[in-house]
């Protein structure tokens, strides 16, 4: 079955550093993958949107990388802040007999000041 | 203000006594879905619409049916909660067009059955 996988382990970083999140699939071909921000008892909120045939996308301080053939997606957070501090999910959508999302179970980071 | 809204935010109930969850969109988006969190299992989709009267069954819905009558709402209907339905439910919408941002999510619903 398709599986998402996520560090389930918390990150714990010093402000200033790049933090660096990673995403990993099976069975599934994925047309988009996304990353989201959850704040504890809070909806999750859209970052970026990286397409299959997409390598990286940027925005502000933040990068993806997605690599179809590892099957990978690395999130990148640079000069982190403790404002970053919140649960990042990883989610992949494609069309398998319908347009399904399915989304990992986050890794927690902590930006430390 | 662009949002989803989700009614009512906490609930608690009693198995086996029918209840809805209400969420409603402002952005004239196709796309709703339902997803359930539970710790350590992320979210999880129940069932989603790609546009008025057209559902599909997301990867948990057993227990749980839907409608979509109008394009701005989407409930989830609990004909007979059980207290394994114990969870925390958003709903989720999105435009199907090629400029796609992503989903916006609702604040959520902490359901309890006991």
């Known amino acids: 079955s398709q599986k998402i996988e996520q560090n389930s382990e918390a990150l714990n970083i010093q402000e200033g550093k790049t933090a660096t999140l990673t995403c990993n699939y099976t069975?599934?071909?994925?047309?988009?993958l996304q990353w989201y921000r959850q704040d504890p008892g809070r909806g999750p909120v859209f970052l970026l949107l990286?397409?299959?045939?997409?390598k990286e996308k940027r925005k502000e301080r933040l990068k993806v990388t997605f690599d179809t053939t590892l099957k990978q997606s690395l999130f990148h957070i640079t000069a982190s802040q403790p404002a970053d501090s919140a649960t990042y999910l990883c989610?992949?959508?494609?069309?398998?007999?319908?347009?399904?999302?399915?989304f990992g179970a986050g890794t927690r980071l902590f930006v430390k000041a | 203000e662009a949002q989803v809204t989700q009614n009512p935010r906490y609930l608690i109930t009693v198995t086996g006594k029918k209840l809805t969850v209400t969420c409603s969109q402002n952005?004239?988006?196709?796309?709703m879905s339902w997803y359930r969190q539970d710790p350590g299992l992320g979210l999880r989709q129940i069932y989603y619409?790609?546009?008025?009267?057209?559902?599909d069954k997301g990867d948990v819905p057993e227990g749980y049916k839907v409608s979509r009558k109008e394009k701005r709402n989407f409930p989830l209907i609990l004909e007979s909660p059980s207290p394994n339905q114990t969870s925390l439910y958003f709903c989720?919408?999105?435009?199907?067009?090629?400029?796609?941002?992503?989903?916006?999510f609702g604040s959520g619903t902490r359901l309890t059955v006991v």
């Open positions: 069975n599934y071909s994925p047309a988009y």
């Open positions: 990286i397409r299959e045939n997409e």
């Open positions: 619409s790609m546009n008025v009267e057209v559902t």
């Open positions: 952005m004239n988006h196709e796309y």
């Open positions: 989610a992949l959508d494609g069309y398998t007999g319908g347009f399904k999302t399915i």
């Open positions: 989720a919408s999105s435009s199907m067009t090629e400029i796609w941002d992503g989903y916006t």
